[in-house]
């Protein structure tokens, strides 16, 4: 792609280096700045700018929190017995919206990933494990994603708290309330199947 | 959607305005920047805020350009009787692309819309019809897109130049060169049976 202008090819490179979006995406969003209002493409660039500089992490779940102590952590409505381990803050917002969950969180920041660089101590692994062996946590839900990142982090917790007391359960994978079984693939078909659930459960569930 | 974070929250309501970005990929997006080294944000931030402060356009095509007379424009090999009428700077980049087209361009910066209150005096029409009356433009080529907003550009711009011996041509509608007659729509269709060439010029082209 060749560019007439320097700022328009530094910004649309600049842009590209975002997930998901490429050259073309990122002239076409470029362009629509550059149609509106000046104040708008300043209101994105100070709310971007602040968030990176003034982002804080709550010092017990290390999710992302504008106060020391997350609201999800200092209420004393949520079973601090039980923790829900996931990836991101978007784990964290999933299970909130379905209102099923009164305990607690902890961010990992990611999956251990070898072929990325990522190992155990870039995750706030320690941090969790510190918590279940000096705390009252009864159980630890692993709620990471079902690949083979989430499973070798999923293991190596589990690994680390052998011996100890606390109860660690996962997620359940199953189809889809809504799904129909052809579309499902066979991993998870086969899944729901082994872990089936008496039907007395599932109609008081539902 | 509920966040914890108002810094978090601000941030995704700006990247949220862009086109295409829907609030799910504004948080995929700006969580991804919180990932990387500050720099990148700090990069990505500056190169916006200085386009959209410092940008500037040619006095004489109107497309965005870091100098007064843009190249294309300034260019003594390029046929300055000849000039291509489009919609933005994209549409000069995929003409130059082709290398097939040494004449200059025109930028009008839109297409007329009533429904978008986008009306003539909008666009950079007078400046098109003071070059043509007052210059030695012999040919007009219209390359906006073929919908109602596009044609009635062309329209609106045609009659204006009515009694001037400007001559005025539209870009070629038809098949793209690899698609199959059977995938392509009725009106593109139409068009290229109606608009057909010589097999001779065809030839000469190829």
Same mark, same amino acid.
């Given at each position: 792609m060749e560019f007439s202008s320097k700022l328009l090819q530094n910004a649309v490179n600049e842009m590209s280096?975002?997930?998901?979006? &490429?050259k073309r995406t990122a002239l076409r969003l470029v362009l629509h700045l550059l149609r509106q209002p000046p104040t708008q493409t300043e209101y994105l660039v100070n709310a971007l700018r602040e968030l990176r500089t003034e982002i804080k992490f709550c010092?017990?779940?290390?999710?992302?929190?504008?106060?020391?102590?997350?609201e999800i952590c200092s209420?004393?409505?949520?079973?601090?017995t039980v923790i829900c381990v996931v990836e991101d803050i978007r784990d964290v917002m999933a299970i909130e919206a379905t209102s099923q969950y009164r305990g607690l969180y902890h961010v990992l920041g990611g999956k251990i990933s070898p072929l990325d660089g990522i &190992?155990?101590?870039?995750?706030?692994i320690q941090s969790l494990l510190d918590k279940v062996k000096s705390g009252d946590v009864q159980e630890l839900i692993f709620a990471l994603s079902a690949t083979m990142e989430g499973d070798t982090t999923n293991f190596y917790i589990y690994k680390q708290l052998e011996g100890t007391a606390v109860k660690i359960s996962t997620i359940a994978r199953g189809?889809?309330?809504?799904?129909?079984l052809e579309y499902a693939d066979e991993v998870t078909l086969g899944r729901s199947i082994i872990n089936r659930v008496p039907f007395e459960n599932a109609l008081k569930n539902s």
């Open positions: 280096q975002l997930p998901g979006i &490429g010092k017990k779940c290390h999710s992302i929190s504008d106060i020391e102590i997350c209420n004393p409505n949520r079973k601090n &190992g155990p101590q870039d995750l706030t189809i889809g309330v809504n799904d129909e």
